[in-house]
């Protein structure tokens, strides 16, 4: 699976706030692998593991998008749909699943889904298809002003590639824009560096922690010189981006 890059334009809300995506998936790693993806695009995503677990997640994310396994432990991905759209009627459903029978397909569409993936599937697939499905729905736009992150007083511009810190410009390497924009991704969330290598540098785990580790020292010494520090360790699981405390 290939890790989608967003150098395109973020999407969001016709209010502004983050696209929301619930997961469905009884394959916790398979589960992660996408919601990772997904909130790389910036979109506020939640998991599930069976039906009972997404229609709970459901009431209280009401989500604009479901990627949806038709094969569940408690039930089928049809019969959770019924369920979703008694929740809310207009959200987009992408099944995904590892049959890939017609009948299966027109089962899935006929059911009231709107798009139809099979595994094995590439992470740019998923992504692109959930951005036309919600555009065409009309419950997300594209952000005409270039997409901003903001954690604490740390902002950045990605269309312009700007960062700045309470105001003062912060000049990074590109590499160091991209471990940034992963890590203000994704704020409060500790980030393994398995994690960091394979969205940031797009190559498997394998002794290039080294990698990580000087990369992080750069940025905190960009980012957290002479303030009060954001990025932080978390001995034996990785790193994370907080706000500031006040």
Known sequence: MNTPRS????LSRPD????????VDDDPDLAEVLSGALRYEGWDVRTADDGAAA????RDLLPDAVVLDVMLPDTDGFGVLRSLHGVKPDVCVLFLTARDAVEDRIAG???GGDD???KPFSLEEVVARLRGLLRRAGMARQLEEGPRLAVGDLVMDEEAREVTRAGDLIE???TEFELL????????RVLSKAQILDRVWSYDFGGQAHVVELYIS??????DSGREPMIHTVRGAGYVLKPVAR
């Open 218 to 223: 750069y940025l905190r010494k960009k980012v």
């Open 16 to 23: 502004g706030t983050p696209v929301r995506v619930l997961v």
């Open 116 to 118: 139809y993936v099979t």
């Open 55 to 58: 229609v709970a997640q459901a």
């Open 172 to 174: 990074l390497s590109p």
């Open 181 to 188: 924009r992963f890590l203000m991704r994704n704020p409060r």
């Open 7 to 10: 150098g395109r334009p973020a």
């Open 109 to 111: 569409i006929t059911a």
